[in-house]
């Protein structure tokens, strides 16, 4: 089991912690996290490590040391090359390369997951539950809601409508969660009707989706 974490989640104790509990990681580090502690280990600097991948795309990587353990930090250039993060800074116990921080492309998927949650479906966002029960309740009905989208989408992708642009790419009209959430969302007008069409659904528990959102 590898974690795949954003920048947030930093941190010398933090990563003792998995280490500890064998948990390997690939987590991203802003810029300047760490700084001192590379330039203290043989090798380039942090900054000739960054120019370098900055000017000629190489990936770069050096072994570092926070506390009493070793870490690799990697920097790789950023294919979507947004302006101001053109890098990507990486740390990990797993000897890196190239190949394995591209892993890291993975965790992005989850940002589709908190669209669909938070703004762009279940306006998740839009509610402030202060009490913690509360907001426990409500993640694990709309993580149940969330599920159940998906897979009536995912049994109805053929009909998603295609469209196809002038450089004659095509592209789906809907998502998966749009389609599911058009064709689910009648169902919930009365428990009854909901109760029916979830009980119509089969457990689903061998379906690939559902392993991912286990």
């Known amino acids: 089991m590898t974690l795949l974490a954003d920048r947030e989640y930093v941190g010398a104790k933090w990563f003792k912690c998995l280490v500890d509990n064998k948990i390997e990681f690939v987590i991203r580090l802003?810029?300047?996290?760490?700084?001192?502690?590379?330039?203290?280990?043989?090798?380039?600097?942090?900054?000739q490590m960054?120019?370098?991948?900055?000017?000629?795309?190489?990936?770069?990587?050096?072994?570092i040391e926070l506390g009493d353990r070793f870490y690799f930090i990697s920097i790789r250039s950023n294919p979507k090359m947004p302006p101001g993060d053109e890098v990507i800074i990486f740390l990990t116990r797993i000897r890196p390369v190239k190949k394995t921080v591209d892993q890291?492309?993975?965790?992005?998927r989850i940002?589709?997951?908190?669209?669909?949650?938070k703004t762009n479906g279940f306006g998740l966002e839009a509610i402030n539950f202060k009490p913690v029960g509360r907001s426990n309740l409500l993640m694990a009905i709309v993580g149940?809601?969330?599920?159940?989208?998906?897979?009536?989408?995912?049994?109805?992708?053929?009909?998603?409508?295609i469209i196809q642009y002038a450089d004659g790419t095509v592209f789906p009209a809907d998502s998966v969660f749009r389609k599911g959430l058009s064709l689910?969302?009648?169902?919930?007008?009365?428990?009854?009707?909901?109760?029916?069409?979830?009980?119509?659904?089969?457990d689903g528990r061998n379906h690939p989706i559902f392993k991912n959102l286990e």
């Open 30 to 47: 802003r810029f300047g996290d760490y700084y001192q502690a590379v330039n203290e280990a043989p090798g380039k600097t942090y900054q």
């Open 50 to 63: 960054y120019d370098q991948c900055l000017v000629s795309g190489k990936f770069c990587r050096k072994r």
């Open 111 to 117: 940002e589709c997951l908190f669209r669909h949650l």
């Open 144 to 161: 149940l809601s969330y599920a159940l989208t998906i897979r009536v989408g995912w049994a109805a992708r053929s009909k998603i409508r």
């Open 184 to 202: 689910l969302t009648p169902g919930c007008a009365r428990l009854e009707l909901f109760l029916s069409r979830y009980l119509s659904l089969d």
């Open 104 to 108: 890291y492309v993975k965790r992005w």
